[in-house]
């Protein structure tokens, strides 16, 4: 019963629900839906492995931004910041007179 005040609430805030298009809103659950399917699909457990499997592919994808980031940062420093070698760097290697 009390849902239907937020229904009415709902419709005079945002007018009619024909007045607007929910498919894009809708299209951001696959991710959801992909990980529900990958439980157990126990009602006891249900939730708990659905944000597991959720925690878990943000871990994944946040680990590998900060990887791929590090490592356009390294290659863009050794690239762009190469030292050329001074003499005074350089080592000179003893003849060896072989007869």
Same mark, same amino acid.
């Not at 019963?1 to 298009?21: A, K």
């Not at 939730?47 to 943000?58: D, F, P």
């Given at each position: ?58 871990? &994944?994808?946040? #680990? @590998? ?5 590090? %490592?356009?940062? /390294? ?8 030292? &050329?070698?001074? #003499? @005074? ?5 003893? %003849?060896?007179? /072989?007869?």
């Amino acid at each position: 019963m009390h849902e239907f005040v937020h229904v009415t609430r709902n419709i005079i805030w945002h007018g009619p629900p024909i007045c607007y298009d929910t498919r894009l809103a809708e299209s951001n659950l696959k991710v959801h839906k992909h990980l529900a399917q990958n439980t157990q699909r126990q009602i006891a457990s249900f939730c708990h492995q659905t944000a597991k499997h959720l925690h878990e592919g943000v871990v &994944v994808r946040q #680990s @590998s931004s900060q990887v791929q980031k590090i %490592s356009k940062k /390294m290659l863009h420093n050794n690239i762009f910041q190469k030292r &050329v070698p001074e #003499s @005074s760097d350089i080592i000179e290697q003893p %003849s060896i007179n /072989m007869c």
